[in-house]
């Protein structure tokens, strides 16, 4: 595991703290967008996950969605009680986290948050999800993505 980022390293330890084996992929030429994720590995880009960090009111939310999905604000304000949501800046999602974005893992942050995953997700039971650096991910199924996550479903995403 010492060829990993330190990032990575910190997303197999807590992915191993929860039962699940994390087995990143590491691809040199960046996997920071839903697209670029899903070229490199192979996959459909509905089958990434994005992993959103935005502030409702004055608390740090994570959002989970499809890679094809954008997020309604509007939504996920409403689902967890607050009134404005807003994405965080670089450093608000570095400090909630514990990860740059366009890495960030939907699991292993240094505090408690709120995550919600949007009922879009459930389109597969294998997902791909940053791991931790823009250049990482690693493969999860849906329920131990929602566990290790501690997620609650919700519809946070744009559409019908």
């Keep these: 595991m010492t060829e990993l980022p330190a990032a990575t390293q910190r997303v197999v330890v807590a992915g191993a703290a929860m039962g699940i084996a994390v087995d990143p992929r590491v691809f040199p030429e960046g996997t920071k967008t839903s697209a670029d994720a899903a070229a490199a590995i192979g996959c459909e880009v509905s089958q990434i996950v994005k992993s959103l960090v935005f502030v409702v009111d004055d608390r740090p939310v ?71 650096t823009p250049t990482t991910v690693f493969p999860i199924g849906l329920d131990d993505l929602i566990r290790a996550a501690g997620a609650r479903w919700a519809v946070v995403a744009e559409g019908p």
Excluded: C, K, M, N
């Design 62 to 132: 994570i959002a989970l969605l499809r890679g094809d999905q954008r997020l309604d604000t509007a939504r996920l304000a409403s689902a967890v009680g607050g009134s404005v949501a807003r994405r965080a800046t670089l450093d608000e999602a570095r400090q909630a986290t514990g990860y740059a974005p366009g890495g960030t893992p939907p699991f292993g942050h240094t505090r408690p948050l709120t995550v919600l995953a949007d009922e879009g997700l459930r389109l597969h039971d294998e997902l791909w999800a940053a791991a931790g």
